[in-house]
């Protein structure tokens, strides 16, 4: 992971999540030539589009700064079924969240 460089490092989370730059925009409430310039020139994102970014991507700064800071905790199972929530569009998160409570009986 880059965080380092933060460019860098919403390039890696869009192949995580197999996202086009198109797809971020989308998620993020930013336009796409927001997202392309960015991403393409290698601009360093204000605090507010970074905060953007990160909400589109389902994480907080904090997570986006130190990916594995709430991982520790979590066995590899747990950390494996979060990835892929993660990597999910939202309506295909609720259909997720819907058949696990349908496994657990809670439907």
């Known amino acids: 992971m880059s965080v380092n460089d933060p460019v860098l490092h919403i390039k890696e989370l ?14 993020s409430g930013l336009s796409y030539s927001t997202i392309s310039t960015l991403l393409n020139n290698n601009n360093l994102p204000s605090l ?10 389902g994480i907080s700064l904090a997570d986006f700064f130190d990916p594995g ?6 066995s590899e199972e747990q950390q494996q079924c979060l990835k892929i ?23």
């Open 14 to 27: 869009c192949a995580e999540r197999d996202w086009s730059y198109y797809q971020l925009a989308k998620s």
């Open 48 to 57: 507010t589009t970074l905060e953007k970014i990160c909400s589109g991507f």
């Open 69 to 74: 800071r709430d991982l520790k905790h979590m």
């Open 85 to 107: 929530f993660n990597s999910l569009p939202d309506a295909k998160k609720q259909l997720a969240i819907a058949y696990m409570k349908g496994l657990k009986g809670e439907l």
